[in-house]
């Protein structure tokens, strides 16, 4: 199996429903709402995907609920063959940006990332990330406790969230503040908002990635100004589709990107949400356009220059691609 690098995963989005429904179930959450009769996640459109994820997010209550949380995601990530994952962790979720409760539920995460590494040898980072329509002064906090944090596991900050409310640069404190930590930084843009929306991003946030980023195809100069910059795409092309951004994969701008220069990645975002997994992704890529080794060789060595770690994590993570 070919191994691979994933940068844009959420952690509760990567939740099982069937951990989600147990957490409930021992806290005696009635959450059967947002439940299919299969027991998948249950919604329609982005706006009820986000209600529903925040909800899952209501019986995770506990550092021990986010390691068990991290040990599961990763068991899955290290059987698509995932030998580096990065993952976005929301204080929201965990002690809602209070700092002292973030410290203990990071401890738990990086303590389930490092048992993950020892025993499956998949490594793990953290991008800390706040969530747009949770606000500006909310992000102020978030940004608190990723300059806390920042060190060998938190390693990023991001913006995630409902694109289509507020501006980057109502965002632009909370970026300054990670970069002065030294941290990477990616926002997602260009999903729900347009090539505008990717322009303001790179202006006022200042990030080297861009989650989704795929409506830049929109705007053909700015195609060519992502490719001349260098900035890089996280696509997550079973995500959009989900989502109705796209309705076929035959639509999806990754390949037009892709050949035009763009730095893309591939990656699932929320993947039970979606009915996904990388596996997938790469083998619908694939079959619809013609993917082939080389084409994902070219998409690891993207992710693996673009990867928010040390070099000496990178030289670890190139060799075992050399010589898997
Ligand atoms: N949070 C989790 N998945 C997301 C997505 N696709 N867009 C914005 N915020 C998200
Ligand atoms: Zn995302």
Not at 56 to 83: K, R, W, Y
């Amino acid at each position: 199996m070919m191994p691979k690098l994933e940068l844009h995963l959420h952690l509760e989005g990567a939740a099982p429903p069937a951990f989600i429904r147990a957490q409930a179930q021992r806290k005696s959450v009635d959450l059967s709402g947002i439940f299919d009769a299969q027991g998948n996640y249950s919604f329609r459109g982005f706006p009820e995907f986000l209600r529903i994820y925040e909800a899952a997010c209501t019986v995770l209550t506990s550092p021990q609920d986010f390691h068990d949380l991290t040990l599961a995601v990763l068991e899955h990530s290290a059987a698509e063959g995932v030998i580096y994952s990065e993952v976005f962790l929301s204080p929201d979720f965990c002690g809602g940006g209070d700092l002292s409760a973030w410290r203990d539920y990071l401890a738990a995460i990086e303590a389930a990332a490092q048992s993950a590494e020892a025993q499956m040898g998949i490594v793990l980072r953290g991008c800390v990330t706040c969530i747009r329509h949770f606000g500006p002064d909310q992000s102020r906090k978030i940004a608190r406790c990723a300059q806390e944090t920042a060190g060998s596991f938190i390693t990023g900050f991001g913006l995630a969230g409902d694109e289509t409310v507020l501006h980057s640069k109502d965002f632009a404190y909370a970026f300054d503040a990670a970069r002065e930590a030294g941290l990477g930084l990616t926002a997602h843009a260009g999903e729900w908002g347009g090539p505008a929306s990717v322009r303001e991003t790179l202006r006022d946030l200042r990030v080297s990635r861009i989650g989704h980023g795929v409506r830049a195809v929109e705007d053909p100069r700015l195609i060519d100004e992502l490719a001349e910059a260098g900035a890089v795409l996280e696509v997550c092309p079973g995500s959009n589709i989900a989502l109705g951004l796209y309705p076929r994969l035959k639509d999806h701008p990754i390949d037009r990107l892709r050949r035009a220069g763009v730095k893309v990645t591939v990656s699932t975002d929320d993947p039970p949400f979606f009915h996904t997994t990388l596996r997938r992704e790469y083998d619908a890529l694939a079959e619809t356009f013609g993917w082939d080794t080389p084409d994902f060789d070219q998409i690891t060595r993207n992710a693996l220059d673009a990867a928010f770690c040390d070099a000496e994590t990178r030289a670890r993570i190139a060799a075992r691609l050399e010589a898997p």
